[in-house]
């Protein structure tokens, strides 16, 4: 029977919603606050969820301490604190939308995961502002 487990994290980071194809009144029209040139920041919450067959040795679906460590080395590690669009390759050319955010993690972390194992993510971008990506 499957079990799903979950790990919650915290991150901040500043981006810019921006389309350079478009003219500055058409991403101001589209993005509004959000197209700042100055940027703007964000205090992102991130869930990560796993589901899979409960190991009868361990009795886990999936070592905690494991999740959090890959989740640190993988999500904190490369965008805490960091302007998305400025300092990280991910997002030189992807608009950091929390759509592709949430997807761009689900790519970092699915990798390093067993292909048995079903991932979601769902990142928060504001308390009221959340979006889930399943793969």
């Known amino acids: 029977m499957p079990v799903t487990v979950c790990r919650k994290e915290h991150f901040n980071a500043a981006h810019r919603l921006h389309n350079p194809a478009w003219s500055d009144e058409q991403n101001q029209r589209v993005f509004g606050k959000c197209n700042n040139p100055h940027y ?28 959090s ?29 929390a759509e592709n955010i949430a997807v761009v993690i689900w790519n970092r972390l699915r990798e390093h995961l067993d292909p048995q194992l079903s991932l979601s993510v769902t990142l928060y971008e504001t308390e009221r502002n959340f979006v889930e990506y399943h793969g």
Do not use: A, C, S, W
């Open 69 to 97: 460590d890959l989740i640190k080395r993988e999500i904190l590690d490369t965008f805490d604190h960091r302007n998305l669009n400025l300092d990280t390759e991910e997002f030189r050319q992807l608009n950091p939308t």
């Open 40 to 67: 703007h920041g964000h205090n992102y919450e991130l869930i990560v969820r796993l589901t899979g067959e409960t190991n009868p040795e361990t009795g886990y679906v999936y070592d905690m301490k494991r999740l």
